[in-house]
Structures are given as structure tokens and as C-alpha cells.
């Protein structure tokens, strides 16, 4: 009895609360300590790899994007408020799903309802893809 008791202390998983680092939807840690984050494609065994970032959150910026781009409006989002500001892909192909998670893993922080990407404050909300062009 004593060997599957310690069998099943081992599988089971810790809460999230407990958790060391942040935990995000599509978002885990390298060993190296650098964020990576992929998403499956829909009634495929395949995934698509939108990255390696320095954050977790920028990981998950990336991933909520694909979800979005995925799955619409049906998605669990890391972060639900943001989107309507996160970039859209061109189509919902690999290559522009990952070039609009590059985008909105580059986005910096938010504060209230003003979006400071680059540093820019944004006047018209619709205007904000065109200022997403500064490097990481």
C-alpha cells in the first residue's frame, strides 16, 4: 500500500496557485528559462509553434492570438480584456497565425484604457497595428 500511495503522490499535479512560475494556457518553460508557446491545430495531431519569448506573458499574448484565430470567439484567452486590441492574422494559415502572435507578443504593457505600444501613446484604437513595427 505504502509503494501506490507514493505512486500517486508523485502524478499528481500541483495547483496552480502553488505554482512556482505563472501559468498560462499554451505557454511552458524551457529549462534554459526562455517562455515557449505553441497551439494544436483543430482535428489535426500537429501544432503550430508561434515562439520562444523572455516572458511568459508575451508567450501567452502569442497564444491568445492563435486561440482567437483558431477557435474565435469560442477561445479561452489568457487575457479576455485585450482582445480587442490583439492583432488578427491575414488568414488562418500557419505562417500569418505566427506573424500575428509576434505582434502581440511584442506589444508592451498596459495601463487602464490608454495602449502604449512602443512607447507611442495611440490616439484611435484602430490606428494601433500600424505602430507595431519597432523591433523586440
Known sequence: ???????????????????????????????????????????????IWLGTFSTPEMAARAHDVAALSIKGDSAVLNFPELAPVLPRPLSATPPHIQAAAAKAAAM?????????????RVRNRRSWVRLWSCPI
Open 1 to 47: 500500500m505504502a509503494g501506490a500511495n507514493n505512486s500517486e503522490q508523485r502524478t499528481a499535479k500541483r495547483p496552480r496557485e502553488c505554482s512556482k512560475h505563472p501559468v498560462y494556457r499554451g505557454v511552458r518553460m524551457r529549462s534554459w528559462g526562455k517562455w515557449v508557446s505553441e497551439i494544436r491545430e483543430p482535428r489535426k495531431k500537429s501544432r
Open 108 to 120: 508592451v504593457e498596459f495601463r487602464s484604457e490608454s495602449y502604449l505600444p512602443c512607447r507611442r
